[in-house]
């Protein structure tokens, strides 16, 4: 289990992370969701014993990193995938991370395997790909089969086997009653790996809660289709819901939900073929809880 409390980083006058209180359970993946510089690294760096906290801690069942005996035995991180040095070899990368916690080395065969980069082991790291070095940082993370791991944007530079295998390889962990806390811009990929969602922004948490319960109290979209579109798109508008007219005949509509629009639809008197609603998506939630906390946002092309 990963505990944040009060967890405060400040940088100078730049706040970081501001008073982070939250709680990562094993047997679950949980997803950590934020826009850039929102403090998602600089909260996964502490956690790990690589930057201080200003104030507060963070706690890894129940202890600082740096208070960890052997380390890599209780939780394990991918966070910066080219963090390697580029003239050593995969093996020796993990030889050197094994002997520092008293690993034996037949582990390393092992995690090698089990990561798919056998046939490049004794290869020069440097001259890896963004995917091999991935795979490379996830038999790391693995060396020491540890009950925790954290994962930084871990399927950046994957092809789509090499997603689906990490997507099953967090949910396989989670099974096994590991804490799996994963950070990604990836909505989709979220949406599938997920079980639970934190989100932050500007340091902040803005909520936390299981994919289904963050997408349920979102509105979405209803899809209608009537024998007098418009006497219905009217009455919709009245009744206070917005309504897009689509090129095919139907009517999307949200602020309201099925259930009222059916009413809507009766009183109106207007007869409906179709009514179906739409659940928002992860990343339309996440969008519209972040909205105000983008550090850096982007407008439409200049034209000279």
């Known amino acids: 289990m990963i505990r944040l409390t009060s967890l405060t980083k400040r940088y100078g006058d730049t706040v970081a992370v501001d008073d982070l209180d939250v709680e990562i359970r094993p047997g679950v993946v949980t ?28 706690t890894i069942n129940g ?7 052997r ?17 050593r070899s995969a ?28 046939s490049v082991a004794d290869k020069k790291v440097g001259g890896f790909s963004l995917g091999m070095s991935q795979r490379l940082g996830i038999a790391a993370a693995m060396l020491g089969d540890p009950g925790v ?68 109290s979102a509105d979405g979209v209803v899809t209608v289709r009537a024998v007098d579109a418009d006497r219905l798109a009217n009455a919709i508008e009245v009744g206070g819901g917005h309504v897009e007219r689509r090129n095919d ?11 009222a629009i059916g009413r809507i639809a009766l009183d ?15 990343e339309e939630v996440y969008m519209d809880l972040t909205a105000d906390a983008v550090e850096y946002s982007s407008t439409a092309a200049p034209h000279e």
């Open 31 to 58: 997803g950590f969701l934020g826009p850039n510089g929102s403090g998602k690294s600089t909260t996964m760096r502490i956690i790990m014993g690589l930057d201080a906290p200003t104030s507060g801690s963070a």
């Open 249 to 259: 005949g139907t009517l999307a509509v949200s602020s309201l939900n099925a259930e």
């Open 149 to 216: 791991l954290l994962f930084d944007e871990p399927v950046n530079g994957l092809d789509p086997e090499g997603i689906r295998w990490i997507r099953e390889l967090f949910r396989s962990l989670a099974t096994e009653g590991r804490t799996v806390f994963v950070s990604s811009h990836l909505m989709s990929e979220m949406a599938l790996s997920a079980d639970e969602i934190i989100v932050i922004g500007r340091g902040r948490l803005i909520t936390q809660g299981t994919v289904g319960d963050l997408t349920a």
């Open 71 to 87: 380390p890599l035995h209780e939780v394990g991180a991918l966070l910066d995938a080219k963090s390697v040095h580029p003239g």
């Open 63 to 69: 202890r600082r990193y740096h208070d960890l005996e």
């Open 91 to 118: 093996r020796n990368h993990l030889r050197a991370l094994a002997a520092s916690n008293r690993i034996p080395p037949r582990r390393i065969d092992d995690v090698l395997d089990f990561a798919g980069i056998t």
């Open 268 to 282: 109106a008197g207007v007869a409906l073929s179709e009514l179906t609603p739409r659940r928002a998506s992860l």
